[in-house]
C-alpha cells in the first residue's frame, strides 16, 4: 500500500444547501465555510447540495480512489424519509436491485425503521402532505451512482424527501452536528487506508 507521510483526512457533517466543493454553485454554498481545511484537501466522491450527512475530505489520492471506485464495494449507510409507508416486496426490490437508466442497481441492505431518527432539524423543511404518510428506510449501498438513492426509492414507488449519509464503513456521525468537521486521528487515519485498501 502506498505511504501516508503527511497526508490527512477529515470527516465533515454536510448540511442540506451545500454543494461538495470549494467552489458554489447558483444558490448552493460551497464546503469553503465548514474549515478550515489543509491546503490540497478535496472531498472523496460527492452528497448532493439537496442531501446531507457524513463526507470524507482528503489530500490522499489512493485513499480518494479506493473509495470512489466501486469494485472495491466499500458499504456506505444512508437513512432516508421517504414518500408513504414501503411494503415487504417495495423493500425486497431495494435489496435484490432495480432498474435505473438500463442498468441494474447491485444488491442493498434494505430495513424499514420502526420511528423517526433524532436528526436536526433540516433548514428547509421537508413538504407536508396531510393524507401521506411518510416513513424511515436504512439503506446500505456498495456502489455510489448519481443520486442513485433517490432514483431507487423513486424506482419502487416511493419517492425520496429526506436523504442522511450516516456511515461509511465503520465512520459515523457521532459527535458532529450539520456544518461540523474533525480531522481524523492518525489511528483513525491509519485503520481507514487498511480498510480502503483492503476491502473488495
Same mark, same amino acid.
Given at each position: 500500500?502506498?505511504?501516508?507521510?503527511?497526508?490527512?483526512?477529515?470527516?465533515?457533517?454536510? *448540511?442540506?444547501?451545500?454543494?461538495?466543493?470549494?467552489? $458554489?454553485?447558483?444558490?448552493?454554498?460551497?464546503?469553503?465555510?465548514?474549515?478550515?481545511?489543509?491546503?490540497? &484537501?478535496?472531498?472523496? %466522491?460527492?452528497?448532493?447540495?439537496?442531501?446531507? %450527512?457524513?463526507?470524507?475530505?482528503?489530500?490522499? /489520492?489512493?485513499?480518494? +480512489? /479506493?473509495?470512489?471506485? *466501486?469494485?472495491?464495494? +466499500? $458499504?456506505?449507510?444512508? #437513512? &432516508?424519509? #421517504?414518500? =408513504?409507508? $414501503?411494503?415487504?416486496?417495495?423493500?425486497?426490490?431495494? /435489496?435484490?436491485? #432495480?432498474?435505473?437508466?438500463?442498468?441494474?442497481? =447491485?444488491? !442493498?441492505? !434494505?430495513?424499514?425503521?420502526?420511528?423517526?431518527?433524532?436528526? $436536526?432539524?433540516?433548514?428547509?423543511?421537508?413538504?407536508?402532505?396531510?393524507? #401521506?404518510?411518510?416513513?424511515?428506510?436504512?439503506?446500505?449501498? /456498495?456502489?455510489? =451512482?448519481?443520486?442513485?438513492?433517490?432514483?431507487?426509492?423513486?424506482?419502487?414507488? +416511493?419517492?425520496?424527501?429526506?436523504?442522511?449519509?450516516?456511515?461509511? %464503513?465503520?465512520?459515523?456521525?457521532?459527535?458532529?452536528?450539520?456544518?461540523?468537521?474533525?480531522?481524523?486521528?492518525?489511528?483513525?487515519? !491509519?485503520?481507514?487506508?487498511?480498510?480502503? %485498501?483492503? !476491502?473488495?
Amino acid at each position: 500500500m502506498p505511504s501516508a507521510t503527511s497526508k490527512t483526512c477529515y470527516l465533515l457533517y454536510k *448540511p442540506y444547501g451545500v454543494v461538495s466543493r470549494f467552489t $458554489p454553485e447558483a444558490a448552493w454554498l460551497s464546503l469553503k465555510p465548514f474549515g478550515p481545511f489543509k491546503e490540497g &484537501v478535496y472531498p472523496v %466522491g460527492r452528497l448532493d447540495a439537496d442531501s446531507e %450527512g457524513l463526507l470524507f475530505l482528503t489530500d490522499d /489520492r489512493f485513499l480518494t +480512489h /479506493r473509495l470512489t471506485d *466501486p469494485a472495491f464495494e +466499500h $458499504p456506505k449507510t444512508y #437513512v &432516508v424519509q #421517504v414518500d =408513504r409507508i $414501503p411494503d415487504e416486496e417495495a423493500l425486497k426490490k431495494l /435489496r435484490e436491485g #432495480v432498474l435505473i437508466e438500463g442498468r441494474m442497481t =447491485r444488491p !442493498a441492505e !434494505a430495513r424499514l425503521l420502526s420511528g423517526e431518527p433524532s436528526f $436536526p432539524p433540516r433548514p428547509v423543511p421537508v413538504r407536508f402532505r396531510k393524507n #401521506v404518510p411518510t416513513a424511515w428506510i436504512e439503506l446500505v449501498l /456498495r456502489e455510489g =451512482r448519481n443520486r442513485q438513492v433517490r432514483k431507487m426509492t423513486a424506482a419502487v414507488g +416511493h419517492p425520496t424527501l429526506r436523504l442522511v449519509r450516516t456511515r461509511i %464503513g465503520d465512520f459515523t456521525l457521532d459527535g458532529l452536528e450539520p456544518g461540523q468537521s474533525r480531522e481524523l486521528t492518525g489511528t483513525e487515519y !491509519a485503520r481507514l487506508r487498511t480498510w480502503a %485498501g483492503g !476491502a473488495r
